[in-house]
């Protein structure tokens, strides 16, 4: 079992960028897959990125080159940066891991208007 705490998201301009942090209640060492998704209002929730112990990544195509996703296993945490955040990129923010359970963050709002 694993809780997961969601920061960071907030309101950004264009062309701005936010990083945003999901801290597990556990090591994340042994855990496999830890992944970003989000959800706008009438939508599906869409994953976004993930990424391996061993450090791969996968990116949805509509964020590649955009956002980063990194862990750091001694802090028990993930990271989403995102750059150049465009209106379409407005969500909320969940944090993801997938044990014997699947398991969910709180979610953290990011949208970008000007």
């Known amino acids: 079992q694993v809780q997961l705490v969601e920061s960071g998201g907030g309101l950004v301009q264009p062309g701005g960028s936010l990083r945003l942090s999901c801290v597990a209640s556990r090591s994340i060492f042994s855990i496999n897959t830890m992944g970003w998704y989000r959800q706008a209002p009438g939508k599906q929730r869409e994953l976004v990125a993930r990424?391996?112990?061993?450090?791969?990544?996968y990116y949805a195509d509509s964020v590649k080159g955009r956002f980063t996703i990194s862990r750091d296993n001694a802090k028990n945490t993930v990271y989403l940066q995102m750059n150049s955040l465009q209106p379409e990129d407005t969500a909320v923010y969940y944090c993801?891991?997938?044990?014997?359970?699947?398991?969910w963050g709180q979610g953290t709002q990011v949208t970008v208007s000007s």
């Open positions: 993801h891991v997938a044990l014997v359970s699947s398991y």
């Open positions: 990424i391996s112990s061993g450090g791969s990544t």
